[in-house]
């Protein structure tokens, strides 16, 4: 079974801090991609990364970075010098093999605090 | 492109109505996917469609939901009768099949229709 774990439910933070997102995947698949999506308060989905299974190197987008570990089955987010404008859900979310299917974690809400 | 097009962005109904959802997927797109998103129970995927086919529809919560894909750009999901517990935020998106390289595979989600039932 494919399941996508986000732990934190909430994250609260004051601005320029650095802040972690955690993500854990359940899969028996070799094959995978791995996702994470931004829900601001306007409620559109936003998408912001994908990674596959075969590609382990982290990745770094302006402040955002992304840690994907295999032997921990973790795929975890990294905002640096957070903004308010960082304020939204965030979710990961895991597509197994060729099935197409995309399934999303609960989310994590993160603030932002001036 | 215009995007995934979703309609409509607000419906009001009352229990017992019929409720008909609309999407336009992003043409050249292989896969369609209706998901619902609650406070309660997030972002879950209802069915998806693979060619217009539908693959899995394990995520349909009950008979009273029904989901067609007719054609390549139109699908449907049919509430009926509704119920309050059915009031949510409907999202379609559209993607094109995994694995392709020549795209970064996400999926591309409409606006979602906000349902709610009285």
């Known amino acids: 079974a494919q399941k996508v774990t986000q732990a934190q439910t909430e994250i609260s933070v004051v601005e320029k801090e650095d802040v972690t997102l955690d993500c854990v995947y359940e899969t028996r698949d070799t094959t995978y991609y791995l996702f994470w999506y931004k829900q601001p308060p306007s409620g559109e989905l936003v998408f912001l990364i994908r990674r596959n299974s075969f590609d382990e190197q982290n990745e770094i987008s302006g402040r955002y970075s992304w840690n994907f570990q295999k032997s921990t089955s973790s795929f975890n987010f990294t905002i640096t010098a957070s903004q308010v404008v960082d304020s939204a859900v965030y979710f990961c979310?895991?597509?197994?093999?060729?099935?197409?299917?995309?399934?999303f974690g609960q989310g994590t809400t993160l603030q932002v605090k001036p | 492109d215009a995007g995934v097009i979703q309609s409509p962005r607000h419906e009001v109904t009352e229990m017992g109505q019929e409720v008909t959802l609309r999407c336009k997927p992003i043409?050249?797109?292989?896969?369609l996917f209706w998901y619902r998103q609650t406070m309660m129970r997030g972002l879950e995927l209802l069915i998806y469609f693979n060619n217009n086919v539908p693959i899995d529809d394990s995520g349909m919560p009950e008979d009273r939901f029904s989901a067609k894909m007719p054609n390549a750009s139109f699908s449907t999901l049919k509430i009926q009768p509704s119920e309050p517990r059915d009031s949510a935020v409907y999202f379609c998106?559209?993607?094109?099949?995994?694995?392709?390289?020549?795209?970064?595979?996400?999926?591309?989600f409409g606006e979602g229709s906000r349902l709610t039932v009285l």
């Open positions: 998106a559209s993607s094109y099949a995994p694995g392709q390289t020549t795209n970064t595979g996400e999926l591309f």
């Open positions: 979310a895991l597509l197994s093999g060729n099935t197409g299917k995309l399934i």
């Open positions: 043409s050249g797109h292989d896969y």
